[in-house]
């Protein structure tokens, strides 16, 4: 039975050891959330239409970078062909930027047409 996970649990699921001082859950929960240091996610958020460009930078954002991968989301399916299409010079400026360059891109796409009631923003042209 060594290949089964334990019953009602997952296979290297955590002991629930009890409450835990809220600076211990909070400095985890941060480690966890980026691997990358803090201050390249301030330099590489804070500066993204520098990375980006203008035009890509109002269109694709930043979510996280996380074991070497930098998660954009993208406000249409055009604008994340296009982010892909340009992710080698994407992730070389971030490496200027931020000291390290991310080994990938990931892209996602969010609010596809936009919300309604608003504008729809148009694909890019070319």
């Given amino acids: 039975m060594s290949g089964t996970p334990p019953p009602g649990g997952r296979r290297g699921a955590r002991r629930d050891l009890g409450p835990r001082p809220i600076g211990e859950s909070v400095s985890q929960a941060v480690a966890r959330l980026s691997e990358a240091g803090p201050a390249q996610l ?14 890509l930078g109002r269109h694709v954002r930043p979510v996280r ?25 994407v992730l070389e400026r971030v ?17 596809p047409g936009g919300p309604a009631g608003k504008a729809r923003i148009p694909p890019p042209v070319g």
């Fill in 42 to 55: 301030s330099a590489v958020f804070s500066r993204w239409e520098e990375v980006a460009g203008p035009v």
């Fill in 65 to 89: 970078i996380s074991g070497g991968v930098l998660v954009v989301a993208a406000d249409h399916p055009a604008w994340a062909t296009e982010v892909r299409a340009l992710s080698a010079s």
């Fill in 95 to 111: 490496g200027e930027i931020a000291g390290e360059v991310p080994d990938r891109l990931e892209v996602t796409v969010r609010r």
